[in-house]
Nanobody, 120 residues
Framework: QVQLVESGGGLVQAGGSLRLSCAAS????????MAWYRQAPGKQRELVAT???????NVVDSVKGRFTISRDNAKNTVYLQMNSLKPEDTAVYYC??????????????WGRGTQVTVSS
């Protein structure tokens, strides 16, 4: 079992940057793929980025070139570096343990998330 706590969100102006952190507890962190999701008001939760146990990463087209996912297994932490933020990036951001096959499936418990607000 892995428990996750997101942090690093805040209020920034368009064009600014934020670095989100996801701190994990439990001894299974290093053998699980991880992902960042986000949910904007009135919208479905959407997958933003994934990182495998081997360090391979993927991000959705809408954030490609702006967001970078990384992990530090020794620190049991996953990061999301967000640059050139846009108002449409405003959402609550969550991390989770995922199973990646032909699709990405969250298999852990959802944490509180961290709010990211980007002003125009």
């Amino acid at each position: 079992q892995v428990q996750l706590v997101e942090s690093g969100g805040g209020l920034v102006q368009a064009g600014g940057s934020l670095r989100l952190s996801c701190a994990a507890s439990g001894n299974m962190f290093g053998i699980n793929a991880m992902a960042w999701y986000r949910q904007a008001p009135g919208k479905q939760r959407e997958l933003v980025a994934t990182i495998t146990t081997g360090g391979r990463t993927n991000v959705v087209d809408s954030v490609k070139g702006r967001f970078t996912i990384s992990r530090d297994n020794a620190k049991n932490t996953v990061y999301l570096q967000m640059n050139s933020l846009k108002p449409e990036d405003t959402a609550v951001y969550y991390c989770n343990v995922v199973k990646i096959t032909v699709v990405t499936i969250p298999i852990g418990s959802w944490g509180r998330g961290t709010q990211v607000t980007v002003s125009s």
